[in-house]
């Protein structure tokens, strides 16, 4: 991926916002900076912090990894949206 300078300054001032809500310190050089970013800004309680997040998301084509669920999730999930009839 080529960082442009859209992208840096956004990147940087999500490092900025992690530094002081969540105490992280994030460097721009290191290859997985874009993802934690991302993910970091995704599971702040921050609305400014999760736009920005989403912001650095649309610029960078990187989305987040869907969330891991558990089985007995999977099976509530799929639950609540099926209609048909159940044959035994």
Wanted: hydrophobic fraction near 40%; charged fraction near 25%.
């Amino acid at each position: 991926m080529e960082l442009t300078r859209e992208i840096l300054a956004c990147m940087q001032h999500i490092r900025r916002q992690l530094r002081q809500e969540l105490a992280l310190d994030i460097h721009i050089s290191e290859s997985d900076a874009v993802p934690r970013m991302v993910e970091c800004c995704a599971q702040s309680a921050n609305a400014e912090t999760r736009d920005m997040g989403e912001h650095l998301s649309e610029l960078s084509g990187i989305r987040r990894a869907p969330p891991v669920l558990t089985e007995a999730q999977l099976v509530a999930r799929y639950m609540e949206r099926y209609t048909g009839t159940l044959r035994g």
